[in-house]
Structure formats: C-alpha cells, structure tokens
C-alpha cells in the first residue's frame, strides 16, 4: 500500500530544527586519602627449639613431643605384598590394524568402538584396541551405531 500511496508535499512535513546534545556533567572531585595508624607489630625472637617460633610469650605452634625410646625385641611387622598392577585392557594400535588379541577398535575422540563386521570397522583409525567390547565400555566408550 505504501507504494501506491502519492508522496506528501514538502510543505506539509514539519521541519524540526536538530537539538544540540546536553551538557556533560561537571566531574566529582574524589576525596583525598583518609590516614591510617600503623599497626602495633612486636619482633619475631629467636626460640631455643628449631620451627618454634615465639612472639612476646605465647608459641605459635606446640613444640613436638621428645621422642620415645621403643622397647627392644619385638618381632618385625610382616610386610605386605605389594599390590599387582592392574595392566590396561587395551593396547596400541599397528597403524589402522588392531592385533588379533584385541580385535576392538576404540576412537577417543568420539567415544565410540567398532567391532568386526560393523559398517565403519575397516576405514576406522584406532586410537586404542580392545580385547572385548566389555572393556571398551568399562573404559567409557559406547558401541556404534552401524
């Protein structure tokens, strides 16, 4: 509808005169610094045990008791065995090629694993391979798709 209305006449358009910006206001002084007393600090003395340190009278950590003397003859404690190292479940990939123990491939990047036969198993780069899909899952990856 716009376009086919005709245009109005210079005449009937009110002129207005452009307005000039306000005044910036007048900046605020900001108020001088107020004095503060120094605080009161008393000297750190030397103390007679090594880690102890005093000021004025009080310590400001216990004094570690004096050491026992251990009665003799006690059999030694049986030491423990050391505790296996749980080794990964999945070794590092030849390449594009996951050995035949661990034929699962694993991708970081997406979170996901290819079994044999799936869609994408052959174009697949592995960052990882597993021996089961089990372990690709305890790991945090989830099964693909196709």
């Not at 026992?68 to 390449?95: R, Y």
């Not at 694993?113 to 960052?127: L, W």
């Amino acid at each position: 509808m716009k376009l086919f209305r005709p245009k109005p006449e210079p005449s009937s358009i009110p002129q207005t005169t452009p307005q000039a910006w306000p005044p910036l206001e007048a900046a605020i002084p900001t108020p001088s610094p107020i004095p503060v007393a120094e605080p009161e600090i008393e000297p750190v003395v030397p103390a007679e045990e090594p880690g102890l340190v005093l000021i004025g009278d009080e310590p400001l950590q216990e004094p570690e008791p004096a050491p026992v003397a251990k009665p003799a003859a006690k059999k030694p404690a049986k030491k423990k065995a050391a505790p296996k190292k749980k080794l990964p479940p999945w070794v590092d990939p030849e390449g594009r090629v996951c050995p035949q123990t661990h034929p699962v491939k694993g991708k970081l990047s997406s979170m996901i694993f290819q079994v044999p036969g799936n869609f994408a198993y052959e174009r697949t780069t592995p960052d990882r391979c597993y021996k089961s899909t089990d372990d690709a899952e305890e790991d945090g990856l989830r099964p693909a798709k196709r």
